[in-house]
Each structure stands twice: as C-alpha cells, then as structure tokens.
C-alpha cells in the first residue's frame, strides 16, 4: 500500500517529527528530526512534565513547518500521531497539532500506540524487513517500560512478562543519580562499565528463577544506594570504584533481561527476536542477549533497531501508523485523545 505518513511524537522528552515514503516495495525515511529536551531536564535530574510540555509546543511547530506540513500542497497524505503511553500534558501537545494538521487538510488520522512504535524501529531497517517472519519475539526495554512481547502479527501482540515496579530504563537513570551521574544514566552507565569488573558487586538479581517472564528492579535501586552509602567519600570519587560499580549494575539488569528472554523464547519458540527502546542502545546487553541466543537457539535470528531509532523518534512512530493504515485502522481527529497509561 502506497502512502505517505507525517509523524509527530512528543511523549516524554523528545519532539520529533518524521515524513514516511511508503509503498509496497520500498520505504524510504523522506525527512525526519528529532529535538531533544536533555538538555534541559538534566538541570532537573529528570523529566519535569510541565516543562517537557512546554518545551514541545515551542519545537513541534518549527519541526512541522520545516517538514513542509503547513504547505499549500502537504506533501503527506496520513498523519500518525503518539496517543500513549506518556505524559498525559506532553502527549497533548502532539496530538493537538495533528488534529489541527488533520482538521485543516482533510487527510485521515492514526493514533498511534508508542510502544509499537519501538516495535516498529526494529522494521525500518531495511536488512530486517526483508527477513521479517512471525512469531517475534521481543525485549521492550525503555525508560517507563520493561515488557516481553511475542509478536504475532502486525498488530497482534501477547506481553508474556512486564516489570512488576521500575522498568529497566528508570533502573539506569535512579542508580545514576543516586550516584552523582547525572540524567539520563543509561548512556553514561554503559560510558562508564567499559573499564569497570562486573562481577565487583554482587548486586540482586530479583525474580531471575521464579518461573515467570516478569521483571522487578526496584530491590537493584535500594542495594545500589545502600552499598554507595557505605563508602567513604573519597572512594566516591575513585574512578575505578565508579567504573566497577556501573559494570556491576549493568550486569545485573543484563543478567535478567537474558535469562527471561531466554525462558521467554523456550516457551513460545519464536523464529526470531528483537529489541527496542532506548535501552536496547546498551551494546552490553546486545552483546550478551545476541551470544546467548547464538548458544541456546541459533537458528533464531536476532534484530536490532537502526542506528540512532533506539530512543524516541517520529520514525518508528509513522512506521507503526503505516502498519495501521495497512490494516484499515484509522481514527477520527474529532474524538482521538491521550491515553497516558495505554498498553500494548
Ligand atoms: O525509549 P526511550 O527514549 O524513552 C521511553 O520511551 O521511555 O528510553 C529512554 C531510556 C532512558 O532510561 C535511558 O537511560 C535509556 O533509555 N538508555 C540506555 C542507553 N541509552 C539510553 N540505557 C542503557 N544503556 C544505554 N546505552
Ligand atoms: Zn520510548
């Protein structure tokens, strides 16, 4: 199906606008840019709403005019728009402004599921489209979510496992503050791992061998702030103790994500996997999940998400909309509404 999708995305701290060129034997990125808030919220530790907010209703109008989308002749003819999971007064802000886009153009709108959004990052690599086959299983791994998804089809997706407390993402970034790190901490973590020993602290592994494919990392924030609170401040500053600490924690959550995926892919014998969401970035847990699966089902083969399409972006966003459109769905500009707590 031929079509070509303007996408928005402003669920959390990334504003991002994307064109999609779509047909049935090529698709082709025509115009894509992301503004990021990091910047900003780092002065905050972390994501401030209001703020994110604001900031998005004064980058998503520029994005949208330098992708052409005020033009006398759009050059789009479908507009995908993030309606959840997010921030409930971030979120608004994108979808206000595709309903505008909608309203004033007459082209059909999509709302679009964020999470298979990071599903969809995996398919806009061209060398994984031409693979592609159901079922697939993948690691959603991203600072609000930790899920298992077995895909079964464009749009039919089963969660056989989620994080019962903090997703893996949020784990990175509170133990990177707790540590003076700064925000986000998954990228400075991973920074930090290379000169450090894994095996230096022993932190918990939660729920490793209960038998289910859920996650909990909340016990992993509390050992790592009681074992930095024992130190004595000069070792605080030691960069080797920092190095070993950061390698430590990422093998712990390295250690989980493995071990479920691996019971995950036992129990629904996918014919591939893949991994999405900002922490899939960690070249550590690719590492370790790609030699893992390579060992225990090597006829499964592993997907990774283009360079760059790891965190948010619009891209994912007008690729998971053109799996919509395909399949008939569309929304109605008059009625489309947030829904921060929407689920897979
Ligand atoms: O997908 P994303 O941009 O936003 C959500 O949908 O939540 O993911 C952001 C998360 C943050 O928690 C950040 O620390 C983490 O992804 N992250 C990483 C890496 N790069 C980003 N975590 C571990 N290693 C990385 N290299
Ligand atoms: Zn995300």
């Known amino acids: 199906m031929k079509a070509r999708i303007l996408s928005i995305e402003t669920s959390c701290d990334e504003t991002s606008v994307a064109i999609l060129a779509a047909s049935k034997t090529a698709i082709r990125l025509a115009h894509h840019e992301t503004a990021t808030q990091i910047p900003i919220h780092q002065r905050y530790g972390g994501v401030v709403p209001e703020v994110a907010a604001r900031t998005h209703v004064a980058e998503v109008v520029s994005l949208l005019e330098r992708a052409g989308a005020f033009a006398k002749r759009p050059p789009f003819d479908a507009i995908a728009v993030t309606r959840g999971p997010g921030l409930a007064t971030a979120l608004r802000v994108g979808i206000d402004a595709a309903r505008t886009i909608a309203a004033v153009t007459d082209v059909p709108i999509i709302g679009v599921n964020h999470l298979e959004g990071h599903l969809a990052s995996v398919w806009l690599v061209p060398e994984n489209r031409k693979n592609w086959k159901f079922p697939l299983l993948t690691l959603l791994v991203s600072g609000g979510h930790t899920e298992i998804v077995l895909m ?130 960690n070249v550590h847990l690719q590492q370790r999940l790609a030699q893992a699966f390579a060992e225990k089902f090597p006829s499964v083969r592993m997907l990774l998400p283009a360079k760059g399409l790891h965190t948010d972006n619009a891209a994912m966003i007008a690729a998971a909309g053109y799996w919509q459109l395909r399949n008939g769905k569309k929304s109605n500009w008059k009625t489309l509404d947030s829904q921060p707590e929407l689920d897979l």
């Open 152 to 281: 079964k089809d464009f749009g039919k997706y089963q969660v056989l496992g989620r994080t019962r407390d903090d997703a893996a993402g949020e784990a990175f970034d509170k133990t990177a503050k707790l540590m003076g790190l700064g925000y986000p901490g998954g990228p400075m973590i991973a920074q930090l791992a290379v000169d450090g020993d894994p095996n230096a602290i022993s932190f918990p592994r939660p729920m490793l061998n209960d038998g289910s494919f859920d996650f909990s990392f909340s016990g992993l924030k509390s050992a790592v702030r009681r074992e930095w609170e024992l130190l004595p401040d000069a070792k605080k500053k030691d960069s080797q103790v920092i190095a070993d600490f950061c390698a430590s924690i990422q093998q712990a959550i390295t250690d989980v994500l493995v071990a479920k995926m691996l019971a995950a892919a036992k129990k629904s014998k996918p014919v591939m996997v893949s991994i999405a969401g900002g922490v899939s970035a």
